[in-house]
């Protein structure tokens, strides 16, 4: 019985994991047609500035509003810091992928795969993606600044994957240079 | 960051803009705000009168971009204690009752047109969500206390 309900737990978690993934991919369009997001052709090596990921995080600003004693000033805030974590955490997902995809490219034209570093690479991102449902959860239920520890692990690990994925590509491009230069 | 123009021409119409021009006004909020005004809404290209006359040619204009951006940048990462200071300090510096202009900026929301071009979109997020909770903190220390005096300078508002 009590193994029937840890199946049943899991299985809820895995669809609610899901469930924001999809929500998370569906929403990033929108979210790049509302800001204008034209200046990204392609990804970075961050996934914003790094001071943008601590102030949307900061527990200063918490601190700032909690001190001024008015619920309704901190109902106001954990919302508009909600949204902004929210569209942190979906620019972040949205572009993981972006860079799986252009390194999925890379591979076909690479002559000499490691199999070691592309499981590793595999196993990060699917590391980064279950983080970023997660704190699709968590920002629901949590005050951002709570969540600081783990958005500065996930904004690691997206630096990470992103730089093996541009090293990855310079070697190929290096390996390969007749492929992309000739006609 | 990178310059069609001459960099160093760049440089000195950006020094000059920034001792002759920003270090006069009182805030970044004003500086922003004042470097929006300086920007054509139909071609976002900027100009300004006095600086391209004196530094002919791109300088001027990169030195203009390049400075709202700067300032822009300053801001959206501030905490929200500065942002709430800088508010503050850019109410005192208008002639507009301070409760009105809290107001007229919670429905119009003009300072959205203070945002560079091409700035990251995160940071675009961040910098209209901190501008918003500094209106209510705003709002909040005006019905603390109704009779905050304002300023006698005078900055351009965003709509100009």
Redesign the interface.
Known sequence: MIGFSVFIAAAFLLFLLLFFLGMETESADE??SR??????HGHSET???R??T???F?Q??FG??LR?G?P??LR??RA??K??AL??VR?ASNEIRTIMQEHARSARLSHNLKPAAEAKLFFQYIVLRLICGLLMIFIRFMSPPALHGIAAYLSNLYDQISHAQHDFEIATRIATPQDSSTP | MSYRANPVKVYDAFDDLLRRTLSKIPCDLGRLIYLASTRDYNTGTYHHEGLSARHPGDGAREALQAAHRDVF?RL??A???ELVGQLEMYVQSSHERPDELVRTWQELEPYRIAIPM?????????FL??I??AL??LR?RQKQNPLRPSGASQLPSPAR
């Open positions: 979210v790049r800001t204008g997001d034209q200046s990204r996934i914003c500035p001071e943008v601590h102030s949307i900061s200063e600003d700032f509003i001024l008015s309704r000033l106001i805030y508009e810091r949204g902004v569209h942190w620019r | 940048c959206a990462t905490t929200l204690e091409l700035a990251d979109p995160t940071m675009v997020q961040l969500s901190n918003r909770i209510e903190v909040f």
